[in-house]
């Protein structure tokens, strides 16, 4: 996803709560984009101060948390036990949800922005921010009559 579509997820995200998209904001988004696999808060720290753009622990700490809710990163497993608090970007528009048969027991992902959408819209009406999302449908055929 770009950087583009990810500021205007956050965005809508702040101004739901009412909150602003500061320059600190803008920058921790932009250098999330940068990374391709797991980071850490320094790890960010560490790109922002090489971009002349240095943001204290706290700050980046407390936007985390923001980003999370957001649905922009989430938090990641890490095989290096120095790292406690690791992250990756997501991709908040693309959701699974699966489609399981009782009768046949077999399951399908499904992926569908109407679904995202229709999600959201009533996150957004009910004024919850998702931070997480499970969907599994279960049902049986339906048996067809014969003429």
Do not use: W
Request: proline fraction near 2%; charge should be positive; aromatic fraction near 6%.
């Amino acid at each position: 996803m770009e950087t583009k579509e990810l500021l205007t997820i956050f965005s809508d995200f702040l101004s739901s709560r009412k909150l602003s998209l500061t320059r600190e904001r803008l920058e921790l988004v932009k250098v999330i984009c940068g990374f391709d696999d797991v980071f850490g808060v320094e790890d960010i720290c560490r790109k922002l101060c090489a971009q002349r753009m240095p943001m204290a622990n706290s700050t980046v700490y407390r936007n985390i948390d923001l980003l999370r809710t957001a649905g922009i990163i989430e938090t990641a497993q890490c095989g290096n036990s120095r790292k406690r608090n690791v992250y990756r970007r997501i991709n908040p528009r693309q959701r699974h949800y699966q489609l399981s048969c009782l009768d046949c027991e077999s399951t399908c992902t499904l992926e569908d922005s109407r679904l995202d959408k229709a999600i959201l819209d009533i996150c957004r009406q009910h004024n919850i921010s998702p931070e997480g999302l499970t969907v599994k449908i279960e049902g049986r055929r339906l048996v067809r009559d014969r003429y």
